[in-house]
């Protein structure tokens, strides 16, 4: 581990210190096991210090000039680029990640870096005509002050910097509060890259806890004006009411059950390999995962048949070795859970037409045939290696089975006539929708986000400025003004 062994601690106004907490944390690596750090939980005390330190210090951080905080954010990068085994490392041990899952995570927090380098040129206002004589109306963008940041254990390292790296970036001072069981990925590691890169001490904060030790505080403590969660549904639902009572702006990325529509005009041989990467790609544990791959009958047969071959040759099992394409999930209950939906979906009546096996962490890909609608392994979110096919007769049953889902993240459409696949794309109940390409995308300039139970709010680009600043209107009266009564 390295350089990056002491980051079992609380990152606290620049300060890397032991919790206060009750609870002791091991943080264990997938795969072997193995205890990779063992920590002290924020207690409330902690939490209250990071949010009043964050507040303390975000006013003079705001004022700071913009090409300060652009060079900051390119340190990031160099810092990155300078370290790059060992985060790959990191993420194989603490993640169970492969090698391509590593090297695709470390490219999507760069991209996501380099674009929040661009938002301090970019906090732009604007001066508005006024109905009133001698008057101007100026509109300022400002930060909203501390953000809240709840990240998981899936992609941490990409979904904390999703947040963190634009919210500094407009002038937000940020605490963070990593998965317990990706604290160093999705928490320290940001906080050792940030201080690396020169960033003052207080603005970027680190507690790692349990909800025992601090319950609703994280979001319902006076200081935060905004609260930016990834996560599982049930558990944003009750953050977004819990925000909601304390009147602070809330961003919800929430999961997914996404659908890969294969028309009868398309690429058979390219579907399939879009919908193996969209499936398998870090055992399933992505939010934009296709979990369902519905296929029109005329080409029904050919596509289950080249998929079920193509899934045979994954490579399962060490992350750490570099031919292995799915390795553990995140942990026994992950395991556990995976396999009642399993035994679910067989119980339905779906056909296993592949059917690993389970070894420690490590499931097997599994491949569900003739499931339908109704069935639970078509309406919950598989967060693993398994995947429901569906057969549909017509385009328009297509949509009818994508959309009926509670869900509403991604979803992609595979057709000879991408005009066509924009036609259905319209009528797809998502907030992002691929035409021949897979479900997984996410690019740092293009509006992120879902509808229904996939979340609330846009990410990424001119939508991250909007969600971590707001607007101020100062109007300068120039000459008086006459009032209807003195």
């Known amino acids: 581990m390295s350089m990056y062994s002491q980051l079992d601690s609380q990152y606290i ?4 210190k032991d919790g206060n907490g009750k609870a002791t944390i091991q943080n264990t690596n997938p795969y072997s096991g193995e205890v990779i750090a063992t920590y002290r939980a924020a207690s409330l005390q902690d939490l209250d210090d990071a949010y009043e330190t964050a507040q303390e210090v975000q006013k003079a951080w705001a004022k700071e000039n913009p090409i300060t905080v652009q060079r900051i954010m390119d340190k990031a990068v160099t810092y990155m680029e300078e370290n790059h085994e060992e985060i790959v490392d990191i993420i194989i041990q603490e993640i169970g990640g492969t090698r391509l899952k590593a090297e695709f995570e470390i490219g999507l927090v760069t991209n996501m870096i380099k674009e929040a380098s661009s938002f301090p040129m970019r906090m732009s206002g604007s001066i508005l005509p006024s109905p009133i004589d001698g008057k101007e109306n100026r509109v300022y963008r400002v930060p909203v002050g501390v953000v809240g940041v709840i990240s998981p254990f899936n992609f941490p390292f990409f979904l904390s910097m999703k947040s963190v790296a634009p919210a500094l970036a407009t002038g937000n001072a940020v605490v963070l509060k990593p998965h317990e069981h990706t604290a160093i990925t999705g928490g320290t590691m940001i906080a050792k890259i940030f201080e690396e890169a020169g960033l003052p001490k207080g603005v970027l904060q680190v507690v790692t806890t349990e909800i025992s030790e601090i319950g609703d505080r994280f979001v319902d403590h006076p200081v935060p004006a905004a ?3 990834t996560g599982s549904t049930k558990v944003g ?10 009147l602070k702006e809330v961003h919800l990325e929430l999961g997914g059950n996404s659908a890969l529509i294969v028309l009868e005009d398309a690429d058979v041989d390219y579907a399939v390999s879009a919908g193996v990467f969209s499936r398998f790609t870090h055992q399933g544990q992505i939010c934009m995962s296709a979990n369902r791959i519905i296929v029109h009958e005329d080409v029904y047969d050919e596509f289950v048949q080249k998929y079920a071959d193509k899934v045979k040759t994954l490579t399962c099992g060490d992350p750490a070795d570099s031919s292995t394409i799915i390795g553990p999930l995140i942990n026994e209950r992950q395991v556990q859970n995976t396999v009642n939906l399993i035994e679910k979906g067989v119980e339905e009546g779906a056909h296993p037409l592949v059917r690993g096996q389970v070894n420690g962490n490590v499931v097997e890909p599994v491949i569900f045939t003739e499931v339908t609608p109704d069935m639970q392994i078509a309406n919950e979110e598989f967060f693993a290696p398994v995947v429901a096919i569906m057969k549909v007769s017509s385009e328009e049953q297509a949509i009818a089975y994508a959309n009926a889902s509670s869900y509403g993240l991604s979803g992609a459409v595979h057709t000879s006539d991408v005009n066509r696949g924009a036609e259905v794309a319209k009528q797809l109940e998502s907030g992002m929708i691929h035409i021949n390409d897979g479900t997984i995308n996410d690019e740092p300039n293009v509006a992120f986000g879902g509808v229904k139970n996939s979340g609330v709010g846009r990410l990424n680009g001119e939508w991250s400025l909007e969600a ?19």
Not at 13 to 16: E, F, L, T
Not at 470 to 485: D, E, L, M, N, V
Request: net charge positive.
């Open 13 to 16: 106004n620049g300060v890397w």
């Open 468 to 486: 971590f600043t707001t607007t101020k209107w100062i109007s300068i009266q120039h000459t008086k003004r006459q009032f209807p009564y003195s």
């Open 227 to 229: 609260i930016s969660f």
């Open 237 to 246: 639902k009750h953050i977004g009411e819990v925000a909601s009572r304390n």
